[in-house]
Every structure is written in C-alpha cells, then in structure tokens.
C-alpha cells in the first residue's frame, strides 16, 4: 500500500489543521492506520492509530482531548483533526498501515508516508 500525507502547514497557537492520508495499492479496510510525529532533535512518537473498522482508536496522552483520527474506508482515507494546536505539536507528521492490525499502536507499522510538515507558532 502506498500512503500520501497532506494537510500541513504552518497554525498559530490554538489554531486547527486537519491532516489527511490517501491510500492507494492496497485493500484499505485491510490495514490499522496511524500518525506518528517527529519533532527535530526527538525521536518519532506514536500520536494517534485506528483499527480497521474504525471502531476503536488510541491516542497518546499529550494529545487527547485535542486531536481526533477517523477513516473513511470509502474514500481509502484517514484523518487527524488537531485542534488547540500548541508550538510542541510542530513536528514532521506521518501516517502508517499496519496489515490485519488491530490499531494498536504496539504492532509494528510496516508502510510509511512520506511526512507532512506542522508548525506551530507561538
């Protein structure tokens, strides 16, 4: 499956951003789908995963309550909305398939986007 990330840019703090992964080449009810971020200097963390139905998601504790995952399996399409966006979230953000996963962010993620850039002023 390959993955096109898009959606990013440069926000305010407090502002909103809405990013978006196409999948193509695959069945994409098939795949668990995930953001990862990684901020200059860190290692990439686990931000947000979803499982195949969209049934059950996850989302790392410095997140939570402010940004939301979703899919559209007719579209091959997942989503991050990012709201209270806060000069931490700048990041390169990334998107994930993980095949038959459940969506948790444990498994191993074996397909990559190529990274959308957020940026976040204060």
């Known amino acids: 499956v390959q993955l096109q990330a898009s959606g990013g840019g440069l926000v305010q703090a407090g502002g909103s951003l809405r990013l978006s992964c196409a999948a193509s080449?695959?069945?994409?009810?098939?795949?668990?789908m995930g953001w990862f971020r990684q901020a200059p200097g860190k290692e990439r963390e686990f931000v947000a995963t979803?499982?195949?139905?969209?049934?059950?998601?996850y989302s790392t504790d410095s997140v939570k309550g402010r940004f939301a995952i979703s899919r559209d399996n007719a579209k091959n399409t997942v989503y991050l909305q990012m709201n209270s966006l806060k000069p931490e979230d700048t990041a390169v953000y990334y998107c994930?398939?993980?095949?038959w996963g459940s969506g948790s962010p444990r498994e191993k993620y074996d397909y990559w986007g190529q990274g959308t850039q957020v940026t976040v002023s204060s």
């Open positions: 994930a398939a993980d095949w």
């Open positions: 080449g695959g069945t994409f009810s098939n795949y668990a």
């Open positions: 979803i499982s195949r139905t969209g049934g059950r998601t």
